[in-house]
């Protein structure tokens, strides 16, 4: 398959461990957030989303904090597993409704068994 | 459930030819978005249609145009090919929802090469 991201971040930890990847988002006006995660060859697959008005909201395994006052935003993975190894992207939009999605640069995970 | 889908896999043009891209979005949904994603980089915006029209646009020339059918179902058509569109095109999809946003999902995109 292709290879995404070739020159990006990179996370490299053990299976089992939790992994933190970290995202700095540009729109202070933001205030819808979505941790997509991209496999080499397919497109990005939704992991866990979070508004404004929440600053943290778990899911299986994942949690996203939010940081408004920095514009930070944080993907946990708890007990990372080898098929949690792909890039990971943040993306923010503004406003409620059909609106565009403004991504990240993007984060590579890479887990050794 | 069947998820967003999108034609061809992969795609090889030259400079100068025009190539058009099918996007059919997940089952319910009303809306779909075009992405170009170069590269080692996050997708880019293209533009979003809704009830057959053009809602919103990114940064991107009239080169790049859609449209979307009755069906929800849509097609993304670039003219005069430059090497600089060779990229992944992802097409998302989403439901319109009062006073909530629309999640995007994304489909396994269009691998396009411009020789």
């Known amino acids: 398959g292709e290879s995404v991201g070739l020159h990006l971040p990179t996370l490299s930890v053990q299976e089992g461990d939790n992994s933190i990847i970290n995202c700095a988002y540009s729109?202070?006006?933001?205030?819808?957030f979505i941790w997509y995660k991209q496999e080499s060859g397919k497109g990005p697959q939704f992991i866990i989303d979070?508004?404004?008005?929440?600053d943290k909201r778990q899911g299986q395994r994942v949690t996203v904090l939010l940081n408004k006052t920095v514009k930070h935003l944080s993907l946990q993975i708890a007990a990372t597993q080898p098929g949690d190894s792909a890039v990971y992207f943040c993306?923010?939009?503004?406003?409620?409704?059909?609106?565009?999605?403004?991504f990240g640069s993007g984060t590579r995970l890479q887990v050794q068994p | 459930d069947a998820g967003v889908t999108q034609s061809p896999t992969h795609l090889i043009k030259t400079r100068g030819q025009q190539v058009t891209l099918r996007c059919s979005p997940k089952?319910?949904?009303?809306?779909v978005s075009w992405y170009q994603q170069a590269l080692g980089q996050g997708p880019q915006f293209i533009f979003q249609?809704?009830?057959?029209?053009?809602?919103q646009r990114g940064n991107f020339p009239d080169r790049f145009s859609g449209h979307q059918f009755p069906n929800y179902s849509s097609e993304l058509n670039v003219n005069a090919l430059l090497l600089g569109d060779s990229a992944l095109y992802l097409c998302?999809?989403?439901?319109?929802?009062?006073?909530?946003?629309?999640?995007?999902?994304f489909g396994p995109g269009t691998r396009l090469t411009v020789l």
């Open positions: 089952s319910g949904h009303d809306t």
């Open positions: 249609y809704y009830e057959e029209e053009e809602r």
């Open positions: 998302a999809s989403s439901l319109v929802q009062a006073g909530s946003t629309d999640t995007q999902y």
């Open positions: 729109n202070s006006a933001s205030d819808y």
């Open positions: 979070i508004r404004s008005n929440m």
């Open positions: 993306a923010e939009n503004f406003n409620t409704g059909r609106r565009a999605l403004t």
